[in-house]
């Protein structure tokens, strides 16, 4: 997972898989540096008159700090997924294309959320944790775009969980570990 570091802040570099986390990590990063105005679109650039020395100026200043918003966006994002935003001569030109390309809503997001869910399987070897966070993270997505049957979902994975635990617990019962078991898995699903 690459990283970028501003002091001591680290933001893991956009893919297509984490967009929704490093969209709100980015603009918190913006905000911190006074840019965010440039790159939402808050600040607009500044018309450009000749011969008035004033306008000049504003016109500078405006295209410097907008450059550097622009440089903070892009030195966020994996060499990867740079093609998306290479015709993107703005940083509010490259917020904007990002928002297209890695839509947070829509039917084809649902269905490739739904997908993740239902293929989601813990390993042998995995940690409880990783793959519970994960689970979550998914439902949680699915939940900001109002899907209704999450709680059908969750519960299936409540009781995938809960098989491979029993896994670990029956191999360890060999060493003085007992535990009781529900004798139905529709007991684990009312629970969950």
């Excluded at 405006?62 to 740079?82: F, M, N, Q, R, Y």
Aim: charged share 30%; glycine share 4%; net charge positive.
């Amino acid at each position: 997972m690459a990283m970028a570091t501003y002091g001591t802040m680290c933001i893991e570099l956009l893919t297509r898989d984490n967009y929704e986390t490093w969209k709100i990590q980015m603009r918190t990063l913006l905000v911190k540096n006074d840019l965010w105005t440039y790159v939402g679109g808050l600040k607009v650039k500044p018309e450009l008159i000749d011969g008035n020395a004033e306008s000049r100026e504003a016109w500078c200043e405006w295209t410097e700090t907008g450059e550097k918003a622009k440089a903070d966006l892009i030195l966020c994002i994996s060499p990867a997924e740079l093609k998306q935003i290479k015709n993107s001569v703005t940083s509010r030109e490259i917020w904007i294309r990002l928002e297209e390309v890695y839509p947070s809503k829509g039917s084809a997001r649902k269905a490739t959320l739904l997908k993740l869910l239902i293929q989601l399987k813990m390993s042998d070897t995995g940690d409880v944790r990783d793959h519970l966070s994960k689970f979550f993270d998914i439902v949680d997505k699915l939940s900001e775009m109002e899907i209704k049957s999450t709680k059908i979902y969750c519960r299936l994975c409540c009781f995938t969980v809960y098989q491979r635990v029993m896994r670990i617990f029956d191999a360890q019962s060999n060493q003085a570990m007992i535990f009781h078991r529900p004798r139905s898995s529709e007991k684990i699903l009312r629970h969950c």
